[in-house]
């Protein structure tokens, strides 16, 4: 992959600065189009060997877009903000919106990449790495995104006299470090890993563009025309007419509806009841149990996230309270979705919910969660087929990702039945201090009822994992749910625990 790279590709000055003042006209035209149409983002990757003009090509790029609708973000060693969560954290704080760049030197790369060369990560270990690398990558794509990658490379004997040449001008004598001498020690081991990484994540939808780094007028060229190249296609696209043809989404729409998954929620009995003396005794004692686990010292290695779903008036707002109630103020927070926000909508769909990750030690509640798009968004017809068929995969990755990060995720679905649902909502109409919590959607998403429940069910049935089941509690008796919600979040923690 890498010996077209080192064939002395050359671009003297004259060449250079005429076509440098086409290319720059070019690039600033594509991002006002870019800009107005506002469909996609576009991800620039910068990575490749050390003192191979990463950082000065960056530079050029701001210097031909205009750098206000750029932006660029360089990772290093994560911070202690970022070391107390998941690995994959930061780099989704890093997503420009739809119509906007982002420039990112170094990547979700560079860790693998170092960790497996000085031979801190067993083989194995990188091929996971490269799966959820890649699994990345693809949920970007499928939301739009135009990810352009770009490895910039030099042979040794170039590295070296790069280098070299650096450390003797005063001016530049500061670039070169001693982490760059280190990694040239370990040349051919980068080498190894890199051209299986490359090799590896190489793919049609987002393919390494490797460019000789030995000139700078040619690797500035390069990638300039690479991102035009890739935006400008983006762009045709995105402004062509769809076709009007059956596509794999629709028919995996198709073979998630022939299975009947109904019996989940359907056949549930809500026979079980308990009384108010037996709940005054039972919630203090659950309480107390759920109080001193999170206080523990084991708490601090990890983090816990509840996610509290079911149907309109299943007692969520009443078992978050109950669960607050046992928990130090200082450490949870509760987040309530609701239809997302022009700035959320401009990003992909579990952006939202990852800026809300929890640090270790700390507690994590949220009122209606990431399944939004497999319930609501499905049902109304707010995210289309392709969207909500591949949210299983995308939410089952997510989650397992913050399990291994030692997450302990909790998903509750509170049940109640029809009958049960209408009884509550007539008391709110009729009690002052319940009036705010009916509103004219709650009686619209009631006449769909039974879609409500086919996609909760496809839903618990395609992400109850092992790392991550969901819970059904039946919530016709409030008292009843919740309790065994409280057990239920003490019982998860003390598996994982």
Same mark, same amino acid.
């Given at each position: 992959?890498?010996?077209?790279?080192?064939?002395?590709?050359?671009?003297?000055?004259?060449?250079?600065?005429?076509?440098?003042?086409?290319?720059?006209?070019?690039?600033?035209?594509?991002?006002?189009?870019?800009?107005?149409?506002?469909?996609?983002?576009?991800?620039?990757?910068?990575?490749?060997?050390?003192?191979?003009?990463?950082?000065?090509?960056?530079?050029?790029?701001?210097?031909?877009?205009?750098?206000?609708?750029?932006?660029?973000?360089?990772?290093?060693?994560?911070?202690?903000?970022?070391?107390?969560?998941?690995?994959?954290?930061?780099?989704?704080?890093?997503?420009?919106?739809?119509?906007?760049?982002?420039?990112?030197?170094?990547?979700?790369?560079?860790?693998?990449?170092?960790?497996?060369?000085?031979?801190?990560?067993?083989?194995?270990?990188?091929?996971?790495?490269?799966?959820?690398?890649?699994?990345?990558?693809?949920?970007?794509?499928?939301?739009?995104?135009?990810?352009?990658?770009?490895?910039?490379?030099?042979?040794?004997?170039?590295?070296?006299?790069?280098?070299?040449?650096?450390?003797?001008?005063?001016?530049?004598?500061?670039?070169?470090?001693?982490?760059?001498?280190?990694?040239?020690?370990?040349?051919?081991?980068?080498?190894?890993?890199?051209?299986?990484?490359?090799?590896?994540?190489?793919?049609?939808?987002?393919?390494?563009?490797?460019?000789?780094?030995?000139?700078?007028?040619?690797?500035?060229?390069?990638?300039?025309?690479?991102?035009?190249?890739?935006?400008?296609?983006?762009?045709?696209?995105?402004?062509?007419?769809?076709?009007?043809?059956?596509?794999?989404?629709?028919?995996?729409?198709?073979?998630?509806?022939?299975?009947?998954?109904?019996?989940?929620?359907?056949?549930?009995?809500?026979?079980?009841?308990?009384?108010?003396?037996?709940?005054?005794?039972?919630?203090?004692?659950?309480?107390?149990?759920?109080?001193?686990?999170?206080?523990?010292?084991?708490?601090?290695?990890?983090?816990?996230?509840?996610?509290?779903?079911?149907?309109?008036?299943?007692?969520?707002?009443? =078992?978050?309270?109950? &669960?607050?109630? @046992?928990? %130090?103020?200082?450490?949870?927070? +509760?987040?309530? *979705?609701?239809?997302? $926000?022009?700035?959320?909508?401009?990003?992909?769909?579990?952006?939202?919910?990852?800026?809300?990750?929890?640090?270790?030690?700390?507690?994590?509640?949220?009122?209606?969660?990431?399944?939004?798009?497999?319930?609501?968004?499905?049902?109304?017809?707010?995210?289309?087929?392709?969207?909500?068929?591949?949210?299983?995969?995308?939410?089952?990755?997510?989650?397992?990702?913050?399990?291994?990060?030692?997450?302990?995720?909790?998903?509750?679905?509170?049940?109640?039945?029809?009958?049960?649902?209408?009884?509550?909502?007539?008391?709110?109409?009729?009690?002052?201090?319940?009036?705010?919590?009916?509103?004219?959607?709650?009686?619209?998403?009631?006449?769909?009822?039974?879609?409500?429940?086919?996609?909760?069910?496809?839903?618990?049935?395609?992400?109850?994992?092992?790392? =991550?089941?969901?819970? &059904?509690?039946? @919530?016709? %008796?409030?008292?009843?749910?919740? +309790?065994?919600? *409280?057990?239920?979040? $003490?019982?998860?923690?003390?598996?994982?625990?």
């Amino acid at each position: 992959m890498f010996e077209s790279a080192e064939l002395g590709h050359k671009v003297d000055d004259e060449k250079f600065d005429k076509e440098q003042k086409k290319l720059r006209a070019e690039l600033l035209a594509m991002q006002g189009e870019l800009l107005e149409a506002k469909k996609f983002p576009v991800v620039i990757l910068v990575n490749g060997v050390d003192g191979a003009g990463k950082g000065d090509t960056i530079n050029k790029f701001n210097e031909w877009l205009d750098p206000r609708h750029v932006r660029t973000r360089a990772f290093g060693n994560p911070t202690e903000d970022e070391r107390m969560r998941p690995p994959m954290w930061r780099f989704w704080q890093a997503l420009p919106a739809k119509g906007k760049i982002a420039i990112l030197f170094g990547s979700w790369y560079t860790e693998p990449l170092e960790r497996r060369a000085y031979g801190d990560m067993k083989s194995a270990e990188l091929s996971a790495s490269i799966d959820r690398i890649q699994a990345f990558e693809r949920l970007l794509i499928d939301d739009g995104a135009v990810l352009v990658k770009l490895w910039f490379h030099l042979s040794k004997k170039a590295q070296k006299k790069r280098l070299v040449d650096l450390e003797k001008d005063k001016w530049t004598r500061w670039r070169v470090t001693k982490d760059d001498w280190e990694n040239h020690r370990h040349y051919d081991a980068f080498a190894r890993v890199n051209e299986r990484i490359l090799r590896e994540t190489s793919t049609g939808e987002a393919p390494w563009v490797v460019i000789d780094g030995c000139d700078k007028n040619y690797r500035e060229l390069t990638a300039g025309h690479a991102v035009l190249n890739a935006v400008r296609m983006k762009l045709e696209l995105a402004s062509a007419k769809p076709k009007s043809h059956t596509n794999g989404s629709a028919q995996g729409e198709a073979v998630i509806s022939a299975v009947d998954t109904t019996g989940i929620l359907r056949d549930l009995p809500f026979k079980e009841r308990l009384s108010k003396e037996k709940y005054q005794k039972k919630v203090p004692k659950a309480q107390g149990k759920l109080a001193r686990l999170t206080r523990g010292s084991k708490m601090q290695k990890h983090a816990v996230a509840v996610v509290f779903e079911g149907m309109d008036a299943a007692g969520k707002g009443g =078992a978050i309270r109950r &669960v607050t109630g @046992a928990l %130090d103020a200082r450490m949870y927070n +509760v987040i309530p *979705i609701a239809a997302p $926000t022009d700035e959320e909508r401009a990003q992909p769909y579990l952006w939202r919910f990852w800026r809300h990750i929890p640090r270790r030690g700390q507690f994590v509640l949220y009122d209606r969660s990431w399944y939004g798009r497999v319930l609501v968004e499905r049902v109304e017809g707010f995210a289309t087929q392709s969207e909500w068929t591949r949210a299983y995969r995308e939410i089952n990755d997510f989650e397992e990702q913050l399990v291994e990060y030692g997450i302990v995720v909790v998903k509750l679905w509170l049940a109640v039945s029809k009958d049960e649902q209408m009884k509550r909502f007539k008391e709110r109409e009729v009690i002052p201090y319940k009036q705010y919590k009916i509103t004219p959607e709650d009686w619209r998403n009631r006449k769909k009822w039974d879609d409500y429940v086919l996609a909760a069910s496809d839903m618990i049935d395609r992400t109850s994992t092992s790392i =991550a089941p969901w819970h &059904v509690i039946e @919530a016709n %008796d409030k008292h009843l749910a919740r +309790v065994r919600v *409280i057990e239920t979040i $003490t019982r998860r923690m003390e598996e994982v625990f």
